[in-house]
C-alpha cells in the first residue's frame, strides 16, 4: 500500500490542488520525455538512521528555534522500545538543501513504522475488524490469520487512516519517565507519566502534527466522490477508509438528511403553487411535518448503527480520555491512573461557569433579542413607504429588511463562536469532551435565538403568516448563499491563489527532475488545520430547525435545503481533499452530541406545529367563543404526540436485530472463553503444588 511513486504523486497533487482536472495531460507536459507514462521511478519512502526504509504516515514540524538535545531526546524517546517507555516507531529528519534551506523550517520530522508495529498497534487502540465468519471482533495480532483480509505480513489490511491513527495514538502516549524538564528547557516541567507531545504542544515547542495525503488514494476518492457530477450514492466506505468514521458519518448523516428531505420537497411544490395565498392549508402540511420529523431521527439511528458497526466502532470500548493539552493546575494525583497530572478545583470551573459565562451568554441573547426589535422597525419603515407608493421599487425594498439583518445574523453568530471558544478555554476543561460539550451548548443556545427568535416573534406574537413566510424565506436563502460563499468559493479562491506561485515554480524548475517529498510536505503544511465536523453539523442543525419548525407556512423551504445539501456534499469534500490538511481519524460510533441537539429539536418542532394548528382559522372555527379550550386542546394533542413520540423512539430499536444478534453471538463466545480459561487455569495450580 505504501510503496508509492513520490514523484507523480506529489505534482498530481499540486495539479488538483490549483483545480487542475487532466492531470496526465499537464503531466506529460512538463515531462516531456515521460509522454505516454506519465510515471517517475522513485518510491515514496525514506531511511531513518539505522538504513531502514519506510514510508512516511505524519509530519512532526517543531520550532525552528528548537534546542538541539530536545530534538535528540524527543526522536529517541520516539525510536525506543515500547519496553522502555518509548514509541518504538520510525523516524527521520527531512532533508532540505539549497535554495530551500533558508526559507523552509528545517525541523521536520517524518513518522512511519513497521507493519509488525502498526499490527500490534492495532490491537492496542482496539481496532474492531471483520472475522472469517462475518462478525466484526476485536484484533489481536496472535489471533491474525482468521481475520478477513489478512493475507502474507498483513500489508494492505488497515486502512491509511488506521495506520495514521495508530501512530498519532502511540505519540499521544508517549510519556515522561524520570526527566524533571524537557532537554533544554528546565522551564518547562515534566513529572512522570506526562504526555510528552501534549507538553511540547502546549508550550509552543511542537508546531504541528498532520498525517500525509496518500495522492493515489486521494486522486481515485476525488473522482469517484465529487470531481465528477452525478446522482448517485457517497462512496461512504471509502471515504471511512480514507479519512477516517467520524467524516464518514458526517457524510452519512448528509447524505441521509438530504434523501430524508426529498418527500417533502415534492410535497412542498405542489403545495406551494396550488395553495400559496391559502394559509389556512398548512394545517395539512404541518401535521406531515411532525410526522417526518419524528420518524426522521428514529430511522438515522438505525442507520448510524449499522454504518458503525460495518466499520467496527459501534462495540468498540472508547479509549481513556487524557487531559487536554491547554488544561492546567497545580500538580496533583490522578486516583484512577495512578500519575501525576494537574488537578483543577471543579468549585472553581463552576463559578466561572455561572458568574462569567452564562451571564455573557444571557447579555449576548438580549443584544441579539435588541436587534431583532431594530429588524422589526425596519420592517414597519419599509411597509410605511410601500404604502404611501406601491411599485416595484418600493416592493423590493419590503425584503431589504429581511436581507440585512440575516446578514447581521451571520454576523452575530460568528463574533459569538470566537466568544464562546475564548470562555470555553478560560473555564479551563480537563477532557475535551467536556470543553465541546460546553462549547456545543453555548453555541447552540445562541445560535437558536439569534436565528429563530424573530420567525417565533412573527408567529405567535404578531400572528402574521404573510411576513413569516417572507421573513422565512429571505432569511433561509440568504443564510445559504452566505454559507456558500463561506465555505466553498472563498476556499476553492485561496488555496488557487496561494497555490499560483507553486504551479509556476513546477513549470520553470521541474523540467525532467522528480518534485521532491519536501514539495509535498511544504504544501500540505501550508494549509489550514481542518477544525472538525463543528461547523457543517451546526449548519445542518439550523437548516432542520427552518425545515421542521416553520416550513409549513413556506413549503419550498425543503427544496431548498435539498439543493443547498447536494452543493454541500461538494464544497466539504473539496475543502477537507484540497484546502485543508488532512485530519486524523476519529473512531466515533455515532453523531455525538449532535444527536440529542436534533432530538432536542424535533421536540420543539412539535409544540410549535401543534401551536400553529391552533392559530389556523379552520382550527378556531371549531372553537368560536372558547379560546381556553382552543389552547387546552392544542396542548393535549401537542403531549399526545411527544408521548407518541417517546414511544416510538422506544419501540424501535436504536440497533437493527440481526446486529443485535452478532453482537450478543460476540459477548456469548467471549463469556465461554473466559470461562474456559480460568477453568484450564484451576486445572494446572494442582500440577504445579505437587
Same mark, same amino acid.
Given at each position: 500500500m505504501f510503496k508509492k511513486k513520490v514523484g507523480e504523486q506529489a505534482l498530481n497533487f499540486i495539479w488538483l490542488a490549483c483545480g487542475v482536472d487532466d492531470v496526465e495531460e499537464l503531466?506529460?507536459?512538463?515531462?516531456?520525455?515521460?509522454?505516454?507514462?506519465?510515471?517517475?521511478?522513485?518510491?515514496?519512502?525514506v531511511s531513518d538512521s539505522d538504513g531502514s526504509s519506510f514510508a512516511p504516515l505524519v509530519v512532526l514540524e517543531l520550532a525552528e528555534n528548537t534546542e538541539a538535545e530536545a530534538i535528540t531526546w524527543l526522536l529517541n524517546r520516539i525510536k525506543d522500545k515500547q519496553q522502555n517507555g518509548g514509541a518504538e516507531l520510525l523516524v527521520e529528519q527531512l532533508q532540505v538543501s539549497g535554495q530551500d534551506e533558508q526559507k523552509r523550517n528545517p525541523k521536520v520530522f517524518l513518522v512511519g513504522s513497521t507493519w509488525q508495529r502498526l499490527l500490534s498497534g492495532a490491537e492496542d487502540v482496539g481496532l474492531f475488524k471483520e472475522f472469517y465468519d462475518g462478525t466484526m471482533r476485536g484484533f489481536t495480532y496472535a489471533n491474525r490469520e482468521n481475520f478477513k483480509d489478512f493475507e502474507g505480513d498483513g500489508d494492505g489490511f488497515l486502512s491509511i487512516a488506521e495506520c495514521q491513527y495508530i501512530i498519532k495514538h502511540e505519540l499521544d502516549t508517549l510519556r515522561a519517565k524520570g526527566e524533571k524538564y524537557v532537554p533544554g528547557y528546565p522551564k518547562v516541567k515534566l513529572y512522570p507519566g506526562k504526555s510528552v507531545i501534549r507538553r511540547l504542544q502546549s508550550k509552543g515547542i511542537l508546531v504541528q502534527v498532520f498525517p500525509l495525503h496518500d495522492k493515489e488514494e486521494l486522486k481515485r476518492l476525488s473522482f469517484s466522490w465529487y470531481r465528477k457530477i452525478k446522482l448517485s450514492y457517497q462512496p461512504l466506505d471509502d471515504i471511512r477508509h480514507y479519512f477516517g468514521e467520524g467524516l464518514g458519518l458526517y457524510f452519512g448523516f448528509l447524505e441521509y438528511f438530504t434523501f430524508a428531505l426529498v418527500p417533502m420537497a415534492f410535497i412542498g411544490i405542489p403545495y406551494y403553487l396550488f395553495a400559496w395565498e391559502d394559509y389556512d392549508r398548512y394545517v395539512l402540511f404541518a401535521v406531515f411535518n411532525l410526522l417526518w420529523s419524528t420518524v426522521f431521527l428514529e430511522v438515522w439511528k438505525r442507520c448510524s448503527a449499522q454504518l458503525a458497526y460495518r466499520w467496527g466502532t459501534l462495540s468498540r470500548k472508547k479509549a481513556f480520555e487524557?487531559?487536554?493539552?491547554?488544561?492546567?493546575?497545580?500538580?496533583?494525583?490522578?486516583?484512577?491512573?495512578?500519575? %501525576?497530572?494537574p488537578v483543577y478545583p471543579n468549585t472553581k470551573r463552576q463559578l466561572r461557569i455561572y458568574l462569567v459565562s452564562v451571564p455573557f451568554v444571557l447579555l449576548c441573547?438580549?443584544?441579539?433579542?435588541?436587534?431583532?426589535?431594530?429588524?422589526?422597525?425596519?420592517?414597519?419603515?419599509?411597509?410605511?413607504?410601500?404604502?404611501?407608493?406601491?411599485?416595484?421599487?418600493?416592493?423590493?425594498?419590503?425584503?431589504?429588511?429581511?436581507?440585512?439583518?440575516?446578514?447581521v445574523i451571520e454576523l452575530m453568530n460568528l463574533l459569538y463562536r470566537y466568544a464562546a471558544e475564548f470562555l470555553t478555554h478560560w473555564e479551563n476543561h480537563r477532557l475535551e469532551s467536556s470543553f465541546q460539550n460546553h462549547l456545543v451548548l453555548k453555541v447552540l443556545?445562541?445560535?437558536?435565538?439569534?436565528?429563530?427568535?424573530?420567525?417565533?416573534?412573527?408567529?405567535?406574537?404578531?400572528?402574521?403568516?404573510?411576513?413569516?413566510?417572507?421573513?422565512?424565506?429571505?432569511?433561509?436563502?440568504?443564510?445559504?448563499?452566505?454559507?456558500?460563499?463561506?465555505?466553498?468559493?472563498?476556499?476553492?479562491?485561496?488555496?488557487?491563489?496561494?497555490?499560483k506561485k507553486v504551479h509556476k515554480r513546477v513549470k520553470r524548475m521541474m523540467g525532467d527532475k522528480e518534485l521532491p517529498l519536501v514539495e509535498q510536505i511544504q504544501l500540505e503544511s501550508d494549509m489550514n488545520t481542518y477544525l472538525g465536523t463543528f461547523d457543517d453539523y451546526l449548519e445542518q442543525f439550523l437548516l432542520f430547525g427552518y425545515v421542521s419548525l416553520f416550513s409549513c407556512v413556506y413549503p419550498l423551504a425543503a427544496l431548498l435545503v435539498v439543493l443547498n445539501n447536494v452543493t454541500e456534499v461538494y464544497s466539504d469534500a473539496f475543502k477537507i481533499c484540497h484546502v485543508f490538511k488532512r485530519p486524523?481519524?476519529?473512531?466515533?460510533?455515532?453523531?455525538?452530541?449532535?444527536?440529542?441537539?436534533? %432530538?432536542?429539536?424535533?421536540?420543539?418542532?412539535?409544540?410549535?406545529?401543534?401551536?400553529?394548528?391552533?392559530l389556523?382559522?379552520?382550527?378556531?372555527?371549531?372553537?368560536?367563543?372558547?379560546?381556553?379550550?382552543?389552547?387546552l386542546?392544542?396542548?393535549?394533542? %401537542?403531549?399526545?404526540?411527544?408521548?407518541?413520540?417517546?414511544?416510538?423512539?422506544?419501540?424501535?430499536?436504536?440497533?437493527?436485530?440481526?446486529?443485535?444478534?452478532?453482537?450478543?453471538?460476540?459477548?456469548?463466545?467471549?463469556?465461554?472463553?473466559?470461562?474456559?480459561?480460568?477453568?484450564?487455569?484451576?486445572?494446572?495450580?494442582?500440577?504445579?503444588?505437587?
Open positions: 503531466n506529460a507536459a512538463v515531462h516531456p520525455d515521460n509522454t505516454g507514462s506519465g510515471k517517475m521511478q522513485s518510491s515514496l519512502s487524557e487531559p487536554r493539552p491547554g488544561f492546567h493546575g497545580v500538580l496533583g494525583f490522578n486516583p484512577v491512573t495512578g500519575r %501525576e497530572e441573547l438580549y443584544l441579539s433579542l435588541h436587534v431583532m426589535m431594530i429588524y422589526f422597525d425596519m420592517e414597519n419603515w419599509a411597509l410605511s413607504i410601500y404604502d404611501e407608493d406601491p411599485n416595484f421599487w418600493t416592493s423590493v425594498l419590503l425584503f431589504i429588511p429581511s436581507i440585512i439583518y440575516a446578514v443556545v445562541f445560535n437558536f435565538v439569534n436565528c429563530f427568535a424573530s420567525l417565533f416573534y412573527i408567529a405567535f406574537v404578531m400572528q402574521d403568516m404573510v411576513l413569516l413566510r417572507q421573513s422565512l424565506a429571505t432569511l433561509l436563502i440568504t443564510s445559504q448563499i452566505l454559507n456558500q460563499v463561506m465555505e466553498a468559493f472563498l476556499p476553492y479562491w485561496l488555496q488557487r491563489r496561494r497555490n486524523f481519524s476519529e473512531p466515533t460510533s455515532d453523531i455525538g452530541v449532535w444527536q440529542l441537539a436534533f %432530538e432536542t429539536m424535533s421536540a420543539i418542532a412539535v409544540v410549535t406545529n401543534c401551536a400553529l394548528i391552533g389556523s382559522p379552520q382550527v378556531k372555527a371549531y372553537f368560536p367563543e372558547a379560546e381556553t379550550q382552543l389552547i386542546t392544542v396542548v393535549a394533542v %401537542e403531549h399526545i404526540i411527544l408521548a407518541f413520540k417517546f414511544v416510538l423512539a422506544f419501540v424501535i430499536p436504536d440497533v437493527p436485530k440481526h446486529i443485535q444478534i452478532k453482537l450478543a453471538k460476540l459477548e456469548f463466545e467471549s463469556l465461554e472463553a473466559l470461562k474456559k480459561k480460568k477453568m484450564l487455569e484451576a486445572t494446572e495450580i494442582p500440577k504445579t503444588d505437587k
